[in-house]
């Protein structure tokens, strides 16, 4: 419960972390923007999520696809090049296409399924992770924000949805 419970958690934080990227767009994070980025790391790691096994045929967990937008706000907006790293690298796990599951009747209802989503879901995740990779590196050379609706418009012609 604990985990289902941190996929709410981190997303209540990252609105936090949207609020200040939206309304103060040329500050630095206020103590209360770290603290949230932390509440949001913090939850990101704890949050359900499924275990799959990489291509270092070592196990990692890949986080629920309903965090697909607080994992690309958090790495837009963090510092830390190793969880930059980490939410790019969940954002291309999450657009690996796998069958979508149906529940059958002798299952648990008590305890969540495997996740599982379809190719619209995907791609999604897939342009989020592109989308993610060419952000974090324009905010690096340029030391600033950058608009990701912008950059979706120069990358893909398009903005489209993360949630």
């Given amino acids: 419960m ?8 981190a997303s209540f934080w990252i609105l936090f972390v949207y609020l200040h990227r939206v309304c103060w767009w040329n500050l630095a994070h206020s103590a209360g923007g770290r603290t949230a980025l932390e509440k949001v790391w913090t939850h990101l790691q704890s949050a359900y999520g499924e275990w799959m096994t ?8 890949i ?13 837009a907006e963090c510092i830390e090049e190793n969880r930059k790293t980490w939410a790019i ?6 657009a690996q296409a796998r069958p979508v599951l149906q529940l059958h009747d002798d299952e648990d209802e008590e305890i969540l399924p495997p996740f599982r989503i379809g190719f619209g ?5 897939k342009r989020a992770a592109v989308l993610l990779r060419e952000l974090v590196d324009q905010q690096a050379k340029l ?6 609706r912008d950059l979706s418009m120069k990358l893909f012609g398009c903005c489209f949805s993360f949630v």
């Fill in 89 to 94: 690298d969940q954002l291309e796990a999450l």
């Fill in 121 to 125: 879901a995907t791609r999604n995740a």
């Fill in 143 to 148: 030391g600033a924000r950058v608009d990701d």
């Fill in 2 to 9: 604990q985990e289902v419970f941190g996929v709410f958690v």
């Fill in 63 to 75: 986080v629920h696809p309903a965090l697909l937008w607080p994992v690309f706000l958090f790495a």
């Fill in 54 to 61: 990489g291509s270092e045929k070592r196990e990692r967990k």
